[in-house]
C-alpha cells in the first residue's frame, strides 16, 4: 500500500556508479538518495533554482544510513521517500531503497533545514509547505 506522502523515484545503476566489483559505491547512495529528494520537491511543483531566487536554500542538517544489501550494476533500483515536517524551517524524509526484485537495499533519514542564502534558519513558506500536504 502507497502512503499519500511517498514519493517513488526509480535510476538504473550504471558503471559510473561502482566500484571494481560491480558494486555501487557507498558514497553514491547519498546521490541517489538526493536525486530521489530533489524530483521529490519537483513534483510538489517545487524546484531548488526557484526557491533560491526568494533566497530559500535547504542545507543538510543529519543523515543516516543503514546498508542491507549491495546495490549492483544494471540494478533497477527504486527510492520510496515519506517527509514529514519536524519544525518551522526543518524537514526530515525517510528513504528506503529497492532493487528490482523489491528487496530493501539501503534506507536512510535525512534531516534538512531550510536557511537563506547567509545560512540562517529560514522559515518554510505556508504557500511551500500546502505542496507538502
Known sequence: MKDENEYCFTYRVYIEDTDQMGIVYHANYLRFFERARTELL???????????????????????????????????????????????????????????????????TVQVVCVDQNLKPKRLSGDWLERFK
Open 42 to 108: 519537483r513534483e510538489n511543483g517545487l524546484s531548488l533554482t526557484t526557491m533560491a531566487i526568494y533566497g530559500t536554500h535547504f542545507a543538510i542538517h543529519e543523515v543516516n544510513i543503514r546498508y542491507v544489501l549491495p546495490a549492483r550494476l544494471d540494478d533497477v533500483v527504486t527510492i520510496k521517500t515519506t517527509w514529514e515536517r519536524k519544525k518551522a524551517c526543518g524537514l526530515v524524509f525517510n528513504q528506503k531503497m529497492q532493487n528490482q526484485s523489491e528487496q530493501l537495499l539501503s534506507e536512510a
